[in-house]
T-cell receptor
Framework: GAVVSQHPSWVICKSGTSVKIECRSL??????MFWYRQFPKQSLMLMAT?????????EQGVEKDKFLINHASLTLSTLTVTSAHPEDSSFYIC??????????FGPGTRLTVT | QQQVKQSPQSLIVQKGGIPIINCAYE??????FPWYQQFPGKGPALLIA?????SEKKEGRFTISFNKSAKQFSLHIMDSQPGDSATYFC????????????FGQGTELSVKP
């Protein structure tokens, strides 16, 4: 149990376009979802925390107008990178949690902006 | 005070060896200390976790040792195998304040056959 999926697993987009990444909890209801960004050979950096039905809480330095997060249901959260630029190229990972239990991570989405 | 410091950055051991990865924290409010394993191009997977009321926890070949007074915890991998070659991250969280995970810098482990 406790499976989290992400779609797509990789995406290439042109500079200036927007891209949406989906995160789904497949076998549990996720009251909280987290979005992380990971650059090569680096640790995971938390971007934002979202609770179902409420606005996301962004970490310091993360532009909320650039990284739009929607947690519309207990099994789905989306991250939209708006007006993407090459410096937004990274590995984006979501995690999901039910109540105060363990966080389960998705497989990640590799974003390349050309 | 929110940082978790992890060492070493990389580690090479022979098959059957016991790699040890160490983490240190400052925030005494942390009450949950997990370890994650990450393979290239994949998301992290929870290996084992410990709460501060326990000094040691074993799950299979993985052991966490926890020293509350020193504010340190470590991961030991018994009888390491080439398949254990991955990046390992420690983390800490305060579940009374939402349980946001603070990750260490990561350790790239290579187990040679």
């Amino acid at each position: 149990g406790a499976v989290v999926s992400q779609h797509p697993s990789w995406v290439i987009c042109k500079s200036g376009t927007s891209v949406k990444i989906e995160c789904r909890s497949l076998d549990f209801q996720a009251t909280t979802m987290f979005w992380y960004r990971q650059f090569p050979k680096q640790s995971l950096m938390l971007m934002a925390t979202s609770n179902e039905g409420s606005k996301a809480t962004y970490e310091q330095g993360v532009e909320k107008d650039k990284f739009l997060i929607n947690h519309a249901s207990l099994t789905l959260s989306t991250l939209t990178v708006t007006s993407a630029h090459p410096e937004d190229s990274s590995f984006y990972i979501c995690s999901a949690r039910s109540g105060l239990r363990e966080q389960y991570f998705g497989p990640g989405t590799r974003l390349t902006v050309t | 005070q929110q940082q978790v410091k992890q060492s070493p950055q990389s580690l090479i051991v022979q098959k059957g060896g016991i790699p040890i990865i160490n983490c240190a924290y400052e925030n005494t409010a942390f009450d949950y200390f997990p370890w994650y394993q990450q393979f290239p191009g994949k998301g992290p997977a929870l290996l084992i976790a410990i709460r501060p009321d326990v000094s040691e926890k074993k799950e299979g070949r993985f052991t966490i040792s926890f020293n509350k007074s020193a504010k340190q915890f470590s991961l030991h991998i018994m009888d390491s195998q080439p398949g254990d070659s991955a990046t390992y991250f420690c983390a800490a969280a305060n579940y009374n304040q939402g349980g946001k995970l603070i990750f260490g810098q990561g350790t790239e482990l290579s187990v040679k056959p």
